[in-house]
Protein backbone atom coordinates (compact mmCIF):
# COMPACT_ATOMS: atom_id res chain seq x y z
CA UNK A 1 0.00 0.00 0.00
CA UNK A 2 2.90 2.57 0.58
CA UNK A 3 3.43 2.56 -3.15
CA UNK A 4 0.28 4.02 -4.06
CA UNK A 5 -0.15 7.48 -3.92
CA UNK A 6 -2.67 9.80 -5.07
CA UNK A 7 -3.25 11.35 -8.28
CA UNK A 8 -0.28 13.21 -9.36
CA UNK A 9 -0.66 14.80 -13.20
CA UNK A 10 -2.48 17.82 -11.93
CA UNK A 11 -0.59 18.99 -9.50
CA UNK A 12 0.13 21.71 -12.19
CA UNK A 13 -3.18 22.63 -11.98
CA UNK A 14 -3.79 22.69 -8.11
CA UNK A 15 -2.46 21.43 -4.60
CA UNK A 16 -4.10 21.54 -1.84
CA UNK A 17 -1.41 22.29 0.74
CA UNK A 18 -1.18 26.02 -1.54
CA UNK A 19 -4.88 26.86 -1.79
CA UNK A 20 -5.49 29.29 1.04
CA UNK A 21 -9.16 28.20 1.37
CA UNK A 22 -8.14 23.94 1.49
CA UNK A 23 -8.86 22.20 4.91
CA UNK A 24 -4.87 20.93 4.21
CA UNK A 25 -3.16 24.61 3.95
CA UNK A 26 0.11 24.30 4.70
CA UNK A 27 0.51 20.98 5.35
CA UNK A 28 4.15 19.91 4.73
CA UNK A 29 4.66 16.34 3.68
CA UNK A 30 7.35 14.26 3.40
CA UNK A 31 8.58 11.63 0.51
CA UNK A 32 10.60 9.72 2.47
CA UNK A 33 9.21 9.20 6.31
CA UNK A 34 6.21 7.42 6.22
CA UNK A 35 3.83 7.82 9.20
CA UNK A 36 0.44 6.88 8.19
CA UNK A 37 -0.86 3.23 8.19
CA UNK A 38 -3.68 1.33 7.16
CA UNK A 39 -4.34 -1.43 9.61
CA UNK A 40 -0.59 -1.81 10.01
CA UNK A 41 0.13 -0.89 6.52
CA UNK A 42 2.28 1.89 5.79
CA UNK A 43 0.70 4.27 3.25
CA UNK A 44 2.64 6.53 0.94
CA UNK A 45 3.06 10.07 2.93
CA UNK A 46 1.42 12.15 0.43
CA UNK A 47 -2.22 11.06 1.23
CA UNK A 48 -4.49 13.18 4.08
CA UNK A 49 -5.36 12.37 7.79
CA UNK A 50 -9.03 14.08 8.51
CA UNK A 51 -9.27 11.81 11.57
CA UNK A 52 -10.29 8.37 10.69
CA UNK A 53 -8.07 5.51 11.60
CA UNK A 54 -8.12 3.48 8.19
CA UNK A 55 -9.66 5.56 5.48
CA UNK A 56 -7.90 8.72 3.71
CA UNK A 57 -8.23 11.46 1.09
CA UNK A 58 -6.70 13.72 -1.16
CA UNK A 59 -8.28 16.95 -2.74
CA UNK A 60 -6.76 16.29 -6.20
CA UNK A 61 -8.87 19.57 -7.33
CA UNK A 62 -11.03 22.43 -6.40
CA UNK A 63 -12.30 25.00 -8.49
CA UNK A 64 -14.22 27.33 -6.25
CA UNK A 65 -15.69 29.24 -9.62
CA UNK A 66 -17.52 26.20 -10.95
CA UNK A 67 -18.06 24.77 -7.53
CA UNK A 68 -16.28 21.64 -7.99
CA UNK A 69 -14.07 19.14 -5.85
CA UNK A 70 -12.28 15.94 -6.91
CA UNK A 71 -11.17 14.11 -3.86
CA UNK A 72 -9.37 10.84 -4.37
CA UNK A 73 -10.14 8.26 -1.06
CA UNK A 74 -8.11 5.23 0.00
CA UNK A 75 -8.64 2.39 3.02
CA UNK A 76 -11.28 1.05 4.64
CA UNK A 77 -14.51 3.91 4.68
CA UNK A 78 -15.62 2.48 8.24
CA UNK A 79 -18.53 4.54 9.79
CA UNK A 80 -19.40 2.06 11.99
CA UNK A 81 -17.04 2.04 14.27
CA UNK A 82 -14.62 4.91 13.54
CA UNK A 83 -17.70 7.35 12.81
CA UNK A 84 -15.50 7.92 9.40
CA UNK A 85 -18.36 10.05 7.67
CA UNK A 86 -19.03 12.51 10.45
CA UNK A 87 -15.04 13.43 10.09
CA UNK A 88 -15.30 13.55 6.59
CA UNK A 89 -18.20 15.91 6.59
CA UNK A 90 -16.98 18.25 9.22
CA UNK A 91 -13.65 18.66 8.59
CA UNK A 92 -13.51 18.30 5.07
CA UNK A 93 -16.83 18.98 3.07
CA UNK A 94 -18.06 21.33 4.92
CA UNK A 95 -15.18 23.56 4.53
CA UNK A 96 -15.08 23.09 0.69
CA UNK A 97 -19.43 24.35 1.21
CA UNK A 98 -18.09 27.61 2.79
CA UNK A 99 -16.41 28.14 -0.20
CA UNK A 100 -18.74 27.53 -2.52
CA UNK A 101 -17.96 23.60 -3.30
CA UNK A 102 -21.69 21.76 -4.14
CA UNK A 103 -20.20 19.57 -6.54
CA UNK A 104 -18.30 16.85 -5.21
CA UNK A 105 -16.34 13.63 -7.23
CA UNK A 106 -15.26 10.99 -4.75
CA UNK A 107 -12.99 8.48 -6.13
CA UNK A 108 -13.27 5.28 -5.13
CA UNK A 109 -10.19 2.95 -7.16
CA UNK A 110 -8.53 2.43 -3.70
CA UNK A 111 -11.12 2.00 -0.84
CA UNK A 112 -10.75 -1.59 0.15
CA UNK A 113 -14.00 -1.64 2.55
CA UNK A 114 -17.20 0.01 3.60
CA UNK A 115 -18.97 -0.43 6.83
CA UNK A 116 -22.18 1.52 7.57
CA UNK A 117 -23.75 2.89 10.12
CA UNK A 118 -26.71 5.32 9.22
CA UNK A 119 -27.80 7.51 6.74
CA UNK A 120 -27.66 10.87 8.40
CA UNK A 121 -24.41 12.55 7.51
CA UNK A 122 -25.19 11.68 3.89
CA UNK A 123 -28.13 13.10 3.95
CA UNK A 124 -27.62 16.08 5.48
CA UNK A 125 -24.57 16.50 2.97
CA UNK A 126 -26.96 15.70 -0.46
CA UNK A 127 -29.16 18.30 1.22
CA UNK A 128 -26.94 21.04 1.83
CA UNK A 129 -25.56 20.61 -1.64
CA UNK A 130 -28.80 21.51 -2.87
CA UNK A 131 -28.58 21.87 -6.92
CA UNK A 132 -24.88 20.13 -6.36
CA UNK A 133 -24.36 16.47 -6.39
CA UNK A 134 -22.00 13.92 -5.30
CA UNK A 135 -20.68 11.11 -7.67
CA UNK A 136 -19.17 8.16 -6.53
CA UNK A 137 -16.43 6.52 -8.84
CA UNK A 138 -15.08 3.33 -9.87
CA UNK A 139 -15.71 2.09 -6.08
CA UNK A 140 -15.66 -1.90 -5.82
CA UNK A 141 -18.86 -4.05 -6.42
CA UNK A 142 -19.15 -4.87 -2.99
CA UNK A 143 -19.04 -1.50 -1.79
CA UNK A 144 -21.15 -0.24 -3.91
CA UNK A 145 -23.58 -3.06 -2.56
CA UNK A 146 -23.22 -1.89 1.13
CA UNK A 147 -24.50 1.60 0.02
CA UNK A 148 -27.05 0.65 -1.56
CA UNK A 149 -27.94 -1.94 1.28
CA UNK A 150 -27.44 0.96 3.95
CA UNK A 151 -29.59 3.61 1.72
CA UNK A 152 -26.36 5.46 0.99
CA UNK A 153 -27.30 5.50 -2.59
CA UNK A 154 -30.36 7.87 -1.88
CA UNK A 155 -27.72 10.70 -1.44
CA UNK A 156 -24.53 9.43 -3.67
CA UNK A 157 -24.55 9.38 -7.73
CA UNK A 158 -22.87 6.00 -9.27
CA UNK A 159 -23.65 3.05 -10.84
CA UNK A 160 -23.54 2.60 -14.70
CA UNK A 161 -20.85 4.64 -16.44
CA UNK A 162 -19.54 5.83 -13.45
CA UNK A 163 -18.10 2.38 -12.22
CA UNK A 164 -15.70 2.18 -14.49
CA UNK A 165 -14.92 5.40 -15.20
CA UNK A 166 -11.56 6.35 -16.95
CA UNK A 167 -10.60 9.43 -14.85
CA UNK A 168 -6.68 9.75 -15.40
CA UNK A 169 -7.15 10.52 -19.18
CA UNK A 170 -9.13 13.46 -18.04
CA UNK A 171 -8.34 17.04 -17.18
CA UNK A 172 -10.07 18.28 -13.76
CA UNK A 173 -12.47 20.44 -15.79
CA UNK A 174 -13.16 17.48 -18.20
CA UNK A 175 -13.68 15.20 -15.72
CA UNK A 176 -16.60 17.74 -13.82
CA UNK A 177 -18.05 18.31 -17.21
CA UNK A 178 -18.09 14.17 -18.04
CA UNK A 179 -19.87 13.42 -15.01
CA UNK A 180 -21.87 16.94 -15.16
CA UNK A 181 -23.23 15.31 -18.44
CA UNK A 182 -24.07 11.93 -17.31
CA UNK A 183 -25.81 13.31 -14.22
CA UNK A 184 -28.10 15.05 -15.99
CA UNK A 185 -28.99 12.55 -18.68
CA UNK A 186 -30.19 10.39 -15.68
CA UNK A 187 -32.22 13.07 -14.51
CA UNK A 188 -34.11 13.56 -18.40
Excluded at 33 to 46: G, K, L, S
Excluded at 134 to 150: D, S, T, W, Y
Excluded at 169 to 188: D, F, G, K, M, T
Aim: aromatic content about 18%; hydrophobic content about 40%.
Amino acid sequence: MHLIEPHYSWRHLYISAEDKLSPFYGREYSEFEYTHTIYNYFIHPQWDEFGSPTLYIKILYADYKIKAAVIEMIGEWNDAINNDIMFFKRDVIENLMEQGINRFILLGDNVLNFHASDDCYYEEWSEEAGEGWIAALNFRPHVLQEFCKNNIDFYLVFGGELNDFIWRNYYPVQLIEAVQNIISRRLQ
